[in-house]
């Protein structure tokens, strides 16, 4: 989105001495966003990276059923081993993926919890977390300590970008074309389509 964004601008202008930016501008309010959960999220993270594994409502619109979603992600968490903490995100309405997810770790276990949202974790399995109910202004905080973050595209992706986090973008079949444009501005960062995911260890290898 960045570029194309940029690209309109500059079409918009008359002056000739415009120079594109290679990043977002980034406000001061980030670095807000940014302390505002440090505390909990560093105690989450400790001596490890921390992988984002959004599993919002766009999910539901993959073609692809909650099972085939849970391989997916036991596949990521095989490739990470134990060098990544994972912290499933949700969207603002809990699905029948989020519910299936829930059910299959036994995510039941509060760790902590703030007027905002809470912070549930599995005895079951190492180093998975799962935060849901946050606002805008928690997820990005929550974003800015991440060391990865996957997600179906949409605001995160831009998110990710403005921090320069490595993002592992995921978009409908077939419309590859179209997201090109709505790339954000960052060099971390790969596309991959819904049906492709059975590859997805191949493109973290990108980043781990």
């Not at 490739?79 to 989020?98: A, C, F, P, Q, R």
């Not at 902590?112 to 109910?133: G, M, P, R, W």
């Amino acid at each position: 989105m960045g570029e194309h964004f940029v690209n309109l601008y500059e079409k918009s202008i008359s002056s000739k001495n415009f120079k594109k930016r290679q990043l977002y501008p980034k406000p001061d309010s980030l670095y807000i966003f940014n302390k505002k959960n440090s505390i909990i999220m560093n105690s989450i993270k400790k001596d490890k990276k921390c992988l984002i594994f959004h599993l919002d409502e766009k999910w539901s619109d993959s073609g692809l059923t909650s099972y085939q979603i849970y391989q997916i992600f036991l596949n990521i968490k095989k490739s990470v081993k134990d060098n990544y903490v994972i912290i499933i995100t949700t969207g603002m309405n809990l699905t029948e993926v989020n519910d299936y997810f829930i059910e299959k770790f036994k995510i039941n276990k509060v760790m902590h919890q703030v007027s905002s949202f809470k912070i549930n974790y599995t005895s079951a399995e190492d180093n998975i977390f799962l935060i849901q109910n946050t606002d805008i202004i928690d997820l990005i905080s929550i974003i800015s300590f991440s060391d990865l973050v996957i997600e179906p595209h949409g605001s995160l992706t831009h998110i990710c970008g403005i921090y320069n986090i490595p993002i592992i973008d995921v978009i409908r079949d077939n419309t590859a074309n179209f997201f090109n444009k709505w790339k954000p501005v960052t060099d971390k960062y790969i596309q991959i389509e819904y049906r492709d995911l059975k590859n997805i260890n191949t493109v973290l290898k990108e980043f781990i």
